[in-house]
């Protein structure tokens, strides 16, 4: 149970790729976080810096404040559980025993702990099976097990659901949680599945590209995203994202979006000196949207109608040159013409660059 | 049709060629074992009786027996251990493994005969090269291929030069094809290098091993190429193993029925032990 602390970490594979970018994270004890972005953003890099099994080109780890970045895996004291299920061939028993044995602790203790983690994970009558034989779901549970069994510091699981068949990745999940609330264990969970993300963690950190995006709770993350990846990365579908350029006109400011206009004169003073251009967003389902005109309502045409599951629809509007997607459960048919409105709580405004300004 | 008729018959030219390259003369040993037969005199029906001497009578083949599983267990209890601990020190290793692994397979490289006259010369009494260092070490020097004991020897450690490398061939082979997260997982458990090796790797490699063990017992009770060039078969009957007596009882003596026996007995041993091994080892090979 530690609190884990990234400083300044960059890292370069075999002198070419830049994996990781000047990275800095503070994950606290007994928090649950999720490393979620696009396959090659670094999140399995982090990770297997933070295990030990790769030392940062750059940067350090601190462990409670220890710099633990010259330490290996066993020193650090780390469990960790990877996409490919590792099961040794032994018994279930054994397998779980492993990291203890390998420490030496009396066989009393062992047994003890062995058989109490087993319990927690529904494995006590695989026990003395051997563990290679056993169904994905259960091998993975036998790989956690023995990470668990351990007390480690730290948590580390990379993709561990990937290759378990969808029952029983409910079933883990629901342990995960269990787990964490009990143990009160540092987790790390790294995936780039996000509706998993956004159920197991307390905090997510976004990456893209060697960076790290966002820092946040799930709820902050979709509120309020710190750049357009975010904002586009985050939900199903993500943000709408739509370019616009500031006017300004009798002593109010604009957003054009050439065939509507959005007033922001309450933000005059967050907007000046940000420049002329904008990068404008706001979710599917926060759009208004009625099937006859209203004032204040933008018209648009639907041009692809998308059933989701319950009544819910995604709607793919086009205003002239923008395209927007809404999410309701308005019955909507291909061709028709809508009215949107947009909630000016809703919107969210983004500099050129993609840095959340409102 | 008549394409059909043409498929027909070509498909039994393959049967019909077999037939003859291996069958005919595989029968034809059989048939002669039966006979007291040299080369040049009239071939005489006796039955078993080239056996019953040959169980019997003959020491020189009984010396050969034992020499040969001797051979056998001697070569193979030091090719595998050694085979297995040189292939997990190159699967550790990250820089030049490549080249390593290429100067480690040299010996595997080149004929068994070949090996057998290099051989010869190096443990020459006077000037081979490996009573040199090992006078420079304070040993005397050894009367390899004088000595009946030391040529025994001799031939066991031109086969473990060249056959271990087989072995650490397949074992790195089957190291490597291994998922890298095993290794992870059993490096941040904490385990030693000799308990990774021990506990995790060698189960997962042991069908493996097993197929190499059985290919490199058969390839050793045959031993033929290395001991014929470094010995003959010498000094005197010292390294006759079954392969070289029967080389020498059909080709240097003529004596072909009594040499058809032995091929007879030594293929009927061979059958037999590799049943019982199969027997045993099936639960190793499929991991149910």
């Known amino acids: 149970m530690v609190e884990i602390y990234l400083e300044n970490i960059t890292h370069i594979y075999e002198g070419r790729t830049l994996a990781l970018n000047n990275i800095s994270l503070r994950i606290p004890n007994g928090s649950f976080t999720a490393l979620l972005g696009p396959s090659g953003c670094g999140k399995t890099t982090t990770l297997r810096i933070i295990a030990g099994l790769i030392r940062p080109t750059k940067g350090k780890v601190y462990f409670d404040g220890d710099d633990v970045t010259y330490l290996t895996p066993q020193e650090r004291n780390v469990a960790m559980v990877f996409q490919f299920i590792v099961v040794y061939d032994m018994s279930v028993y054994k397998n779980i025993a492993f990291p203890l044995k390998v420490r030496g602790l009396p066989q009393k203790e062992i047994d003890l702990r062995v058989k109490r983690i087993a319990e927690k994970l529904g494995l006590t009558q695989y026990l003395d099976l051997p563990a290679h034989k056993l169904d994905a779901g259960t091998r993975q549970k036998v790989a956690l097990a023995r990470a668990l069994v351990r007390e480690p510091n730290v948590f580390l699981l990379d993709e561990p659901l990937t290759n378990v068949d969808p029952k029983s990745r409910l079933e883990i999940r629901a342990i995960l949680k269990e787990i964490q609330r009990d143990l009160k264990q540092t987790m790390i969970y790294v995936t780039h599945d996000q509706a998993e993300a956004l159920t197991l963690a307390e905090k997510i950190a976004v ?58 004169s309450e933000y005059r003073d967050i907007i000046k000196g940000k420049g002329e251009k904008f990068i404008v967003g706001i979710r599917p389902e926060y759009i208004r949207v009625l099937k006859t005109p209203q004032d204040n309502y933008i018209k648009g045409r639907c041009y692809l109608v998308e059933r989701l599951s319950g009544k819910m629809r995604l709607l793919h509007v086009e205003i002239g040159e923008i395209d927007l997607k809404i999410k309701t459960p308005l019955n909507v048919k291909e061709g028709e013409y809508v009215w949107l409105n947009l909630p000016k709580e809703k919107i969210r405004i983004f500099d050129e660059k993609g840095d959340l300004l409102i | 049709m008549a394409s059909r008729k043409l498929i027909n018959i070509i498909a039994w030219l393959p049967v019909i060629y077999s037939f003859a390259i291996i069958i005919m003369p595989f029968a034809s040993m059989i048939y002669y074992s039966l006979f007291d037969y040299d080369l040049g005199r009239e071939p005489i029906f006796i039955g078993p009786g080239n056996f019953i001497t040959l169980i019997l009578k003959d020491s020189v083949f009984h010396k050969a027996f034992c020499l040969t599983l001797l051979y056998t267990a001697a070569a193979l209890a030091i090719e595998f251990p050694l085979g297995l601990i040189i292939a997990f020190l190159l699967y550790r290793i990250s820089y030049g493994r490549t080249l390593f692994t290429i100067i480690v397979i040299l010996p595997l490289t080149i004929a068994p005969a070949v090996a057998g006259i290099i051989w010869r010369l190096l443990f020459d009494v006077s000037y081979g090269h490996v009573n040199y260092y090992l006078s420079l070490i304070g040993i005397g020097r050894i009367p390899w291929l004088i000595s009946p004991q030391w040529s025994i020897i001799a031939c066991i450690i031109t086969d473990i030069w060249q056959w271990t490398p087989f072995i650490i061939l397949v074992a790195l082979a089957g190291l490597l094809a291994l998922p890298k997260e095993l290794l992870e997982s059993a490096y941040v458990d904490g385990a030693s290098a000799w308990v990774t090796f021990k506990d995790i790797l060698f189960p997962r490699i042991k069908p493996l091993i097993a197929i190499v063990l059985f290919l490199r017992l058969v390839d050793a009770l045959k031993a033929f190429d290395n001991i014929y060039t470094m010995t003959g078969g010498g000094p005197g009957t010292s390294t006759t193993t079954i392969s070289i007596y029967n080389y020498l009882s059909l080709m240097t003596f003529y004596h072909v029925g009594y040499g058809c026996a032995i091929s007879v007995i030594f293929l009927v041993f061979i059958i037999i032990l590799i049943n019982i091994i199969i027997r045993r080892v099936r639960h190793i090979l499929w991991r149910e």
Do not use: H, S
Request: zero cysteines; hydrophobic letters at 45%; proline letters at 5%.
């Open chain 1, 207 to 264: 990456m893209n590209k060697g960076r790290i995006l966002q820092y946040d709770t799930p709820q902050r993350l979709y509120e309020y995203p710190a750049n357009t990846f975010v904002a586009w990365f985050i939900g199903n579908p993500g943000m709408n994202l739509i370019n616009a350029v500031l006017v300004e006109k009798n002593d109010r400011i604009w957003l054009d979006f050439k065939l509507f206009k959005i007033d922001i």
